[in-house]
Each structure stands twice: as C-alpha cells, then as structure tokens.
C-alpha cells in the first residue's frame, strides 16, 4: 500500500474518536477499513459516524459498529473507464483500488478523476491521484460590476467559463495578448463590438475574438440577463492578461 494513503485508512478495532480525528485529519470525509495485512473489510464515512451516533453508539465504540462492509471497489485491472462508470451513481465520492487479493493498492475519488481528464492526464489506476488538485472542478463565482462568471473547466491549454450580464450592463473594452476566445450565445440577447464592428447577439450565435483584438460584450435587454458560454486557447489565462481600453465602471 502507497505511504501516503495512510490518512485515509484505518485498522479494524479502532474507535470511532480516532477515526473522526483521522477523518478531521484528511479532509475528505472517508476512511478506508483494512486488517493488517491491508485487505480492505469496509468504508467508514462521516455521515456513517454520525448516523451512529444517533442510534446510541459513543465515540470509545470500535468502528466495527459503524463501518460499511459492504463497498464497491475497483480492481487494478478494470482500468480508468470503469472507475468513470462508477461515478456516475452520485452515491459513491471515492472508490478504494485493490488487488487480486483484496489489499488495498490505492485510492481515487470522484473529484480526482475529474481533474485527471480535465487535465488530459493519461494514468492508470497506480497513478498518485492524492497529487492532482482536484479543486479545479469546483470553481467559485466571481461577482464582476456587470454580473458574474465561473469557470467550468481550465487546464495548461484552455479554460471554459459561464458569463452573466446583467440586464443593462456591460464588459469593459479590452484585448488579450495570450488567449483567443470563442463566445457563443446561451441566453439573452445584446450586442459584440469586435474591432470596429458591432453585431447583434442573440441565443445560438457565437463569437471568434483572437489575440490583441479590441472587443466588448453589451446586454441590451432590460429584464434578463445575457449568458454567455466562453472557451479560452492560449497559453496563459489569467485576469490581469485584460487590457482595458474603456470601461464604464472605471477600471480603465
């Protein structure tokens, strides 16, 4: 068994106290139950520990009243397609990886093998998935004066994002030194100045933008917002690769 999946397994005969501080430890809300010799036995969650303690069960109880034995679990040679058909069934966030004799070999959670293709990392189920930062499939919205966006998906080579502006408002004039963008039109209707022409957008229109071209989004509509789905090719995507040439907000 990989050293660094210590932290996310625990030996039969533990208490439940010293799984919730392995649990508290770890940060994704799962252990795995081994015996010595490191077959797996179980799954141990926190809502496993917590559903009991609401049967009676106190934390100097041994996991063996809380834990799962029966899990699913992936074997070396099903390969990444089958651990991608597992997660499609919301119920199961991690899946324990084991050999021909049920020891535990290493482990992948939902949120690591999507950030594993979004990547475009090719692996096997040997791969050092406790590696990959999985924080990359759960974006936060960033709140902008003319409304918000998230991004969906972003990797060394593009980055996907979901744009909302709000009736009225608009993104300031501006150019990227190294990125394209391609816009298409998802909801609303408004108004794409590329260059020195100005076209009207509407739902299903799309947008090519390239490098150093000067362009800016407008929603025209008064009672709903213009939604905007916007992929991005270059080789670097960050915000202050935003040349702003005019803003109504000030930021020019």
Not at 59 to 71: F, T
Request: glycine share 8%; charged share 25%.
């Amino acid at each position: 068994m990989k050293a660094n999946l210590n932290i996310y397994t625990i030996e039969m005969g533990s208490t439940l106290i010293q799984a919730l501080k392995k649990i508290d430890n770890n940060k994704k809300g799962f252990l795995v139950v081994i015996n010595d010799l490191t077959e797996v036995k179980g799954t141990l969650t926190d809502g496993d520990i917590r559903r009991g303690f609401i049967t009676g069960l106190s934390v100097n109880d041994p996991i063996e009243m809380a834990y799962k034995m029966n899990y699913t679990a992936l074997s070396l040679q099903d390969g990444v397609p089958a651990a991608i058909d597992l997660f499609k069934n919301n119920a199961i966030r991690f899946l324990p990886i084991i050999d021909e004799r049920s020891r535990l070999v290493n482990i992948i959670t939902k949120n690591q093998l999507h950030s594993m293709l979004l990547q475009d990392i090719h692996a096997n189920l040997m791969y050092d998935f406790q590696s990959l930062d999985d924080t990359i499939v759960d974006h936060e919205i960033f709140q902008k004066p003319w409304g918000f966006y998230k991004t969906t998906v972003m990797n060394d080579y593009c980055q996907a994002k979901i744009m909302c502006v709000y009736p009225g408002a608009q993104l300031s004039l501006q150019s990227h030194a190294h990125r394209e963008e391609h816009w298409i039109v998802a909801h609303g209707i408004g108004k794409v100045q590329l260059g020195e022409s100005e076209l009207e957008a509407k739902c299903g229109d799309a947008f090519f933008i390239p490098k150093g071209c000067k362009h800016r989004l407008v929603n025209t509509g008064d009672k709903e917002s213009l939604v905007i789905t916007e992929v991005q090719i270059g080789d670097y995507f960050g915000e202050d690769d935003i040349q702003r040439f005019e803003d109504i907000y000030g930021r020019a």
